[in-house]
T-cell receptor
Framework: GIQVEQSPPDLILQEGANSTLRCNFSDSVNNLQWFHQNPWGQLINLFY???GTKQNGRLSATTVATERYSLLYISSSQTTDSGVYFC???????????FGSGTRLSIRP | DAGVIQSPRHEVTEMGQEVTLRCKPISGHDYLFWYRQTMMRGLELLIY????????DSGMPEDRFSAKMPNASFSTLKIQPSEPRDSAVYFC???????????????FGSGTRLTVV
């Protein structure tokens, strides 16, 4: 099956800093999603991005499908950005997706 | 839309008891997924349905686990008998076939935190 690796596993930053989270995957995929799990456990879909670049406010994501990686950028971090960020991939657009182990982000005030 | 609705939010039960978790997907979504999250194993897919039909149940840990989707607006995950190692957060998620023109990507419910003592 597909292997998904995320890095770094942990990241601690001061408020206002920028960050880049990486997701590597082992096979060609047609489904890649980024999620944020907040400190209360809620999983929020950030991006559906099997290829290309998308932006939503201070967050943006880029997937280079041919090189099997995706990047999530967070600019001007806020304490509310804290939590775990998951990358998840799948072979088709509405099939099952496999989650990586996540990057735990802590933003200090 | 109220999103994906799961109940109960918390469940504490004794070993050997039957546990039933419930999920109402977003209206119009034709895919429904059950995931389990633990510290040791992360987020694992247990089973998923398309148009109420189970498509892949290879993640169901053993025969003690069963899932049903009797109609498009309701699914259950049942554990009988429950064991302490079943303690985890169980998430339900739904999504739509991209051909239906709805936004892509999964929407997760708030989860059910199950503790088996």
């Amino acid at each position: 099956g597909i292997q998904v690796e995320q890095s770094p596993p942990d990241l601690i930053l001061q408020e206002g800093a920028n960050s880049t989270l990486r997701c590597n995957f082992s096979d060609s995929v047609n489904n890649l999603q980024w999620f944020h799990q907040n400190p209360w456990g809620q999983l929020i879909n950030l991006f559906y991005i099997p290829s290309g670049t998308k932006q939503n406010g201070r967050l943006s994501a880029t997937t280079v499908a041919t090189e099997r990686y995706s990047l999530l950028y967070i600019s001007s971090s806020q304490t509310t950005d804290s939590g775990v960020y998951f990358c998840a991939v799948g072979y088709s657009s509405a099939s099952k997706i496999i989650f990586g182990s996540g990057t735990r982000l802590s933003i200090r005030p | 839309d109220a999103g994906v609705i799961q109940s109960p939010r918390h469940e504490v039960t004794e070993m050997g008891q039957e546990v039933t978790l419930r999920c109402k997907p977003i209206s119009g979504h034709d895919y429904l997924f059950w995931y389990r999250q633990t510290m040791m194993r992360g987020l694992e897919l247990l089973i998923y349905f398309n148009n109420n039909v189970p498509i892949d149940d290879s993640g169901m840990p053993e025969d003690r686990f069963s899932a049903k989707m009797p109609n498009a607006s309701f699914s259950t995950l049942k554990i009988q008998p429950s064991e302490p190692r079943d303690s985890a957060v169980y998430f339900c998620a739904s999504t739509a076939n991209p051909g239906q023109g709805m936004p892509w990507g999964y929407t997760f419910g708030s989860g059910t935190r199950l503790t088996v003592v």
